[in-house]
């Protein structure tokens, strides 16, 4: 229900008492019609259909089938800081809880219109590029070492300076993928807005409600879920990685035969030198 929790600010008063009654009535919403949601509410049918669409939903409909999923998730997975106190087995246990939950948010929010946009810019770039700083910049770093086995040429900047160079002199047909958990960069969100203006795809891994995905051309949602003043990002870097793993294989099977035969290749390239 988090999706709904990080919405609470944006809601009217009457769609706030939809999201309020469906928060404390989560399995019952999810098998209510639109008639019932409205009338337990007290908000007419059609504050409960803009309800459902300001979370990115289509409509009633599409906000029934994921109360429905919500409900049905493990009840287990939460997260728990880890604490002083704790013991080894404890740390283990809630650092894989908390890595768990973030995967499991990441599917349950990703639209999936994001990334089919996101897909469709990548497939007509001439290039693309990773960008990143920090433990994005690793993120980013490994998304390269993925795409560029499907032919598109590829690349990783996670200096700021580069970042900033580069947005100055791309064009139409670069695509830029911005990976940062907070997307609160002002220099990296300059850059991104710089080089949509000059016609490049921007793409943003971040939080949906941050600058850089203003400056966006395409979205893929990833929120930080976890306490950083204290350790680097942990479980919001696996959903990074699974977003962008995510969205290279869909891209693959976006291009077709070509890019079969690339990753066919590549990993033939590899498999005749093992062993030498």
Same mark, same amino acid.
């Given at each position: 229900?988090?999706?709904?929790?990080?919405?609470?600010? +944006?809601?009217?008063?009457?769609?706030? #008492?939809?999201?309020?009654?469906?928060? !404390?009535?989560?399995?019952?919403?999810?098998?209510?019609?639109?008639? &019932?949601?409205? $009338?337990?509410?007290?908000?007419?049918?059609?504050?409960?259909? =803009?309800?459902?669409?300001?979370?990115?939903?289509?409509?009633? =409909?599409?906000?029934?089938?994921?109360?429905?999923?919500?409900?049905?998730?493990?009840?287990? *997975?939460?997260?728990?800081?880890?604490?002083? &106190?704790?013991?080894?087995?404890?740390?283990?246990?809630?650092?894989?809880? %908390?890595?768990?939950?973030?995967?499991?948010?990441?599917?349950?929010?990703?639209?999936? +219109?994001?990334? #089919?946009?996101?897909?469709?810019?990548?497939?007509?770039?001439?290039?693309?590029?990773?960008?990143?700083?920090?433990?994005?910049?690793?993120?980013?770093?490994?998304?390269?070492?993925?795409?560029?086995?499907? !032919?598109?040429? %590829?690349?990783?900047?996670?200096?700021?300076?580069?970042?900033?160079?580069?947005?100055?002199?791309?064009?139409?047909? @670069?695509?830029?993928? *911005?990976?940062?958990?907070?997307?609160?960069?002002? @220099?990296?969100?300059?850059?991104?807005?710089?080089?949509?203006?000059?016609?490049?795809?921007?793409?943003?891994?971040? @939080?949906?409600?941050?600058?850089?995905?203003? =400056?966006?051309?395409?979205?893929?949602?990833?929120?930080?879920?976890? &306490?950083?003043?204290?350790?680097?990002?942990?479980?919001?870097?696996?959903?990074?990685?699974?977003?962008?793993?995510?969205?290279?294989?869909?891209?693959?099977?976006?291009?077709?035969?070509?890019?079969?035969?690339?990753?066919?290749?590549?990993? $033939?390239?590899?498999?005749?030198?093992?062993?030498?």
């Amino acid at each position: 229900m988090k999706r709904i929790e990080n919405k609470l600010s +944006e809601f009217t008063s009457a769609e706030r #008492r939809v999201a309020d009654w469906v928060l !404390g009535h989560p399995r019952q919403a999810s098998a209510a019609t639109l008639a &019932d949601v409205a $009338r337990a509410a007290g908000a007419s049918e059609p504050t409960v259909i =803009r309800f459902s669409r300001r979370l990115g939903l289509s409509g009633f =409909r599409e906000l029934s089938r994921w109360l429905a999923a919500e409900v049905s998730r493990p009840a287990g *997975f939460v997260h728990r800081d880890v604490g002083p &106190d704790d013991t080894i087995a404890d740390v283990v246990s809630k650092v894989l809880d %908390a890595s768990i939950q973030a995967l499991v948010d990441t599917r349950s929010e990703m639209p999936a +219109e994001s990334m #089919r946009a996101a897909v469709e810019l990548l497939g007509n770039a001439r290039q693309i590029v990773f960008a990143g700083l920090g433990a994005s910049g690793h993120v980013a770093g490994d998304a390269c070492h993925k795409f560029f086995r499907l !032919g598109i040429p %590829a690349s990783t900047v996670t200096d700021l300076p580069g970042i900033l160079q580069l947005a100055a002199i791309v064009g139409p047909g @670069d695509a830029l993928v *911005f990976v940062s958990a907070r997307g609160a960069w002002d @220099d990296l969100n300059d850059a991104a807005e710089h080089a949509r203006q000059r016609g490049a795809a921007v793409i943003a891994v971040t @939080d949906p409600d941050s600058g850089l995905a203003r =400056r966006a051309t395409a979205v893929l949602e990833c929120r930080l879920a976890e &306490d950083t003043s204290v350790y680097t990002p942990m479980s919001s870097r696996l959903a990074q990685l699974a977003l962008l793993d995510a969205l290279q294989v869909s891209l693959a099977l976006a291009l077709g035969d070509a890019a079969s035969e690339r990753l066919e290749a590549s990993k $033939r390239a590899i498999a005749n030198r093992i062993g030498r």
